[in-house]
């Protein structure tokens, strides 16, 4: 009867499992699948992106000097898709909106030459790394139903009456201080529903609603034709900000001026049935009697 010692096996005498190398078999087939899945991988990323970008975020890249100093040119900003879904257009919310068959390209883009180039240029413009001369951005000024003027006596734009304080937005030169006059052309306009007064920071150089008041809109454009609310500047990362709606456009006689407006055809149709409604009643009961 053998002992448990001479059962025993000696700790060097067990069977050691190599370590698997890397470099041959399970190595060799995990490295080559990884570069089977990375196109499929690349192909996912694309779709999301684009599904994002088509619903909810879009890159725009920034061609012209229209909203400096707000914007430089080769800026690039994130456009909300989605916020005016949940609520209206505000006054002061730089927004990016498409210009087809309205307004003339504010900056020329050159066709791409080749089937590649155009890809490239679409893609590009996806991501918000290549211009699109029919899409245009700007600051909403007025709304449906303001009456918006330049200039009053001390030169300012204003707003149902209301004069905006723009020394925060307007641009300045950084090498003189001068800043831009709110308007160096007088205008008044009423925005009609449905329609938008816009204008850039740059007033010296941006072509705007003032442009296009021989337009059939006027110089307004159409809310349907709103892509987004630019909200941030994500590139280059030293001008990495938020881009919020400034002070003067949360005037409350901004609100209570334009309230009225649209209140007034309705109040005048209400005072106008009453009498209307009492003649009715009393011409009425005579009959019944």
Same mark, same amino acid.
């Given at each position: ?72 040119? #080769? ?16 006054? #002061? ?197």
């Amino acid at each position: 009867m053998r002992s448990e010692a001479e059962g025993a096996v000696p700790e060097e005498e067990k069977a050691v499992s190599p370590e698997p190398d890397p470099s041959d078999g399970d190595g060799r087939k995990k490295q080559g699948s990884f570069w089977k899945e990375l196109p499929i991988l690349i192909g996912v990323a694309l779709v999301l992106a684009l599904v994002i970008k088509a619903f909810a975020v879009q890159a725009f890249y920034i061609p012209s000097g229209s909203m400096e100093n707000t914007l430089q040119i #080769g800026d690039r900003v994130l456009v909300n898709k989605i916020v005016y879904h949940t609520r209206d257009v505000k006054r #002061g919310d730089i927004i990016v909106f498409n210009g087809l068959d309205s307004w003339d390209p504010e900056v020329e883009v050159q066709e791409p030459g080749n089937p590649v180039s155009k890809v490239l240029r679409a893609i590009g413009g996806a991501f918000g790394v290549a211009p699109n001369e029919k899409d245009y951005i700007k600051r909403v000024i007025g709304i449906p139903g303001d009456k918006v003027k330049c200039c009053d006596a001390k030169g300012r734009v204003t707003v149902n009456g209301t004069p905006l304080d723009e020394d925060s937005y307007l641009f300045t030169d950084p090498a003189t201080g001068e800043r831009n006059k709110p308007s160096n052309d007088p205008f008044e306009v009423t925005v009609k529903p449905g329609q938008l007064w816009v204008m850039g920071d740059h007033r010296e150089l941006s072509y705007d609603s003032r442009s296009h008041r021989g337009d059939p809109g006027g110089g307004t454009i159409p809310v349907s034709r709103v892509i987004g609310r630019a909200f941030v500047i994500v590139w280059p990362l030293d001008r990495l900000g938020t881009l919020p709606i400034p002070k003067t456009f949360e005037q409350p006689a901004l609100s209570a001026a334009s309230a009225l407006l649209p209140a007034t055809p309705m109040a005048l149709g209400l005072i106008g049935a009453v009498p209307i409604t009492y003649l009715t009643r009393r011409l009425r009961h005579r009959h019944q009697r």
